[in-house]
């Protein structure tokens, strides 16, 4: 489960009234939902899904510097539709005429001055100023974009796709971006059951997610003006669906895990006003030949170990978990690797996302790296 914007806002109160544009069960606003079992198929699925009101494109990852500095970086491309089944411009027809919005968002971490610098961007589909293309990866936001080259998984022959990414804020906004390039390790981990991620219980309340849990990554990184080469290992969410979140629900706590043993984790806790976890929370485990385990939420226990509260927003955030995985062998703590990493006022509501040490809960050794997001605490959020 990732963050999403107040865009929708804007978009709900709009009349939303036409057929979505390929036959799949219909969400109130006239979207098509993803309660129903989905085959994913690549590249396809890598494209966008337009019959769908919102999706993102999410990659973080832990990199370092030939000098040994480490960061951690954060590169998100959404897509909101406005209007179900509404086409594109014809010929003829005015340029700015455009159905889509594409927020992005990118944030560094410093881990070793302590650092967090964040900017953002936000373009409409009219006039060519964002673009998502259906069927293969390409997904842009003015000139921040995401790209998928075909290719194969990491020494195998298995088929996948190496990503370029390239943001690049000017120096009133951080003087920072990236350059890259990533290969995934693994082919993609599709999460849920038969390719539905259950939110809630309403039929709606599920998306079609999955993710590359581990891809090489390297190219180029900078921060406060200064460009470095830089080489790590990244993760991507791509998640699409409708009308989400269940009356009563608040926000979420979502976490990544990239253990040194070659599995992965990964883990959502839907949280109502109350503070009570959904029981529709869930997760997975990814093993090091790919195959994927799903978890509900029974199988996880999750222990908060302290709080931070932000100078920016007041908003009161976890800081520090233990989280335990019986089947899996698997108990660790997550630690922040900076305490401040919240993008305040990155249009609304403000999120904490950021990077995190991986240990062993009971030797107290790093065994891994991970992100965190954390959504809610400084207002409800509403997908």
Same mark, same amino acid.
């Given at each position: 489960?990732?963050?999403?914007?107040?865009?929708?806002?804007?978009?709900?109160?709009? #009349?939303?009234?036409?057929?979505?544009?390929?036959?799949?069960?219909?969400?109130?606003?006239?979207?098509?939902?993803?309660?129903?079992?989905?085959?994913?198929?690549?590249?396809?699925?890598?494209?966008?899904?337009?019959?769908?009101?919102?999706?993102?494109?999410?990659?973080?990852?832990?990199?370092?510097?030939?000098?040994?500095?480490?960061?951690?970086?954060?590169?998100?491309?959404?897509?909101?539709?406005?209007?179900?089944?509404?086409?594109?411009?014809?010929?003829?027809?005015?340029?700015?005429?455009?159905?889509?919005?594409?927020?992005?968002?990118?944030?560094?971490?410093?881990?070793?001055?302590?650092?967090?610098?964040?900017?953002?961007?936000?373009?409409?589909?009219?006039?060519?100023?964002?673009?998502?293309?259906?069927?293969?990866?390409?997904?842009?936001?003015?000139?921040?974009?995401?790209?998928?080259?075909?290719?194969?998984?990491?020494?195998?022959?298995?088929?996948?796709?190496?990503?370029?990414?390239?943001?690049?804020?000017?120096?009133?906004?951080?003087?920072?971006?990236?350059?890259?390039?990533?290969?995934?390790?693994?082919?993609?981990?599709?999460?849920?059951?038969?390719?539905?991620?259950?939110?809630?219980?309403?039929?709606?309340?599920?998306?079609?997610?999955?993710?590359?849990?581990?891809?090489?990554?390297?190219?180029?990184?900078?921060?406060?003006?200064?460009?470095?080469?830089?080489?790590?290992?990244?993760?991507?969410?791509?998640?699409?669906?409708?009308?989400?979140?269940?009356?009563?629900?608040?926000?979420?706590?979502?976490?990544?895990? #990239?253990?040194?043993?070659?599995?992965?984790?990964?883990?959502?806790?839907?949280?109502?006003?109350?503070?009570?976890?959904?029981?529709?929370?869930?997760?997975?485990?990814?093993?090091?030949?790919?195959?994927?385990?799903?978890?509900?939420?029974?199988?996880?226990?999750?222990? #908060?170990?302290?709080?931070?509260?932000?100078?920016?927003?007041?908003?009161?955030?976890?800081?520090?978990?233990?989280?335990?995985?019986?089947?899996?062998?698997?108990?660790?703590?997550?630690?922040?690797?900076?305490?401040? #990493?919240?993008?305040?006022?990155?249009?609304?509501?403000?999120?904490?996302?950021?990077?995190?040490?991986?240990?062993?809960?009971?030797?107290?050794?790093?065994?891994?790296?991970?992100?965190?997001?954390?959504?809610?605490?400084?207002?409800?959020?509403?997908?």
């Amino acid at each position: 489960m990732r963050w999403w914007t107040a865009v929708l806002v804007s978009a709900a109160a709009l #009349q939303l009234s036409a057929a979505a544009a390929q036959p799949e069960p219909v969400a109130s606003a006239g979207f098509a939902d993803a309660g129903r079992p989905y085959v994913f198929s690549f590249p396809r699925d890598e494209g966008s899904h337009p019959a769908y009101q919102t999706e993102w494109w999410y990659t973080t990852g832990h990199v370092r510097a030939a000098d040994g500095r480490r960061f951690g970086y954060e590169l998100t491309f959404f897509r909101v539709g406005l209007h179900p089944g509404d086409p594109a411009p014809r010929r003829g027809q005015s340029r700015w005429r455009g159905n889509e919005v594409f927020p992005a968002h990118l944030a560094i971490t410093d881990v070793t001055g302590a650092r967090f610098v964040y900017a953002e961007r936000f373009e409409r589909e009219a006039l060519g100023m964002g673009a998502a293309a259906s069927g293969r990866l390409a997904v842009r936001a003015g000139d921040w974009t995401l790209v998928g080259v075909p290719g194969r998984v990491w020494g195998s022959n298995l088929p996948s796709m190496r990503m370029t990414l390239h943001a690049s804020a000017p120096a009133d906004a951080g003087d920072i971006g990236v350059d890259l390039i990533e290969t995934p390790l693994k082919p993609p981990a599709v999460h849920g059951r038969a390719g539905v991620s259950r939110k809630g219980a309403c039929p709606s309340c599920a998306s079609h997610y999955y993710s590359y849990t581990r891809m090489q990554t390297s190219g180029s990184l900078r921060f406060a003006g200064t460009r470095m080469r830089v080489a790590g290992t990244s993760w991507m969410d791509h998640e699409f669906g409708s009308a989400e979140l269940e009356p009563g629900e608040v926000g979420w706590d979502w976490f990544s895990v #990239q253990l040194n043993d070659g599995r992965e984790l990964m883990l959502y806790r839907l949280r109502t006003a109350s503070g009570a976890i959904v029981p529709a929370s869930s997760g997975s485990v990814i093993e090091r030949d790919g195959r994927v385990r799903h978890l509900a939420r029974s199988d996880v226990a999750v222990e #908060q170990r302290g709080t931070w509260r932000s100078p920016h927003t007041g908003a009161t955030y976890p800081s520090g978990w233990r989280v335990r995985v019986p089947s899996a062998a698997i108990d660790v703590t997550l630690e922040p690797l900076v305490l401040d #990493q919240e993008l305040a006022g990155a249009s609304s509501p403000s999120y904490w996302e950021g990077a995190v040490d991986v240990r062993d809960a009971r030797k107290d050794v790093s065994i891994g790296a991970g992100y965190v997001e954390l959504t809610g605490y400084a207002g409800p959020v509403s997908i």
